[in-house]
């Protein structure tokens, strides 16, 4: 089993910026795929980014490409997303993610408890 506690999570205004942690343990392994969802009220859960085992490929949704970075430590098994310039539209609860094999984006094997964003305009 792995566990994934995130932090980082707030209120910005909007422009403003976060960034947020997620600490893996227990049967960590740096070959596992970890990303971010969201979940904004009333909302189902959406993909945000995801990035390989050695950190050398990484995807976003459309609407945070160029925004937010995801980057990963695998020395500290933890997993980052840097989020800039962001906007009312990206409040929600951002959910850690990992699986063993494939991207985060098509099949997830552990979640997260969430950490709420709230941006504020």
């Known amino acids: 089993q792995v566990q994934l506690v995130e932090s980082g999570g707030g209120l910005v205004q909007a422009g403003g910026s976060l960034r947020l942690s997620c600490a893996a343990s227990?049967?960590?392994?740096?070959?596992?795929?970890m990303g971010w969802f969201r979940q904004a009220p009333g909302k189902e859960r959406e993909f945000v980014a995801g990035?390989?085992?050695?950190?050398?490929?990484?995807s976003y949704r459309d609407s945070v490409r160029g925004r937010f970075t995801i980057s990963r430590d695998n020395a500290k098994n933890t997993v980052y997303l840097q989020m800039n310039s962001l906007k009312p539209e990206d409040t929600a609860v951002y959910y850690c993610?990992?699986?063993?094999?494939?991207?985060?984006?098509?099949?997830?094997?552990?979640w997260g408890q969430g950490t709420q964003v709230t941006v504020s305009s």
């Open positions: 993610t990992a699986n063993r094999l494939g991207s985060v984006r098509y099949s997830q094997d552990y």
């Open positions: 990035i390989s085992g050695s950190g050398s490929s990484t």
């Open positions: 227990g049967r960590t392994s740096s070959s596992h795929n």
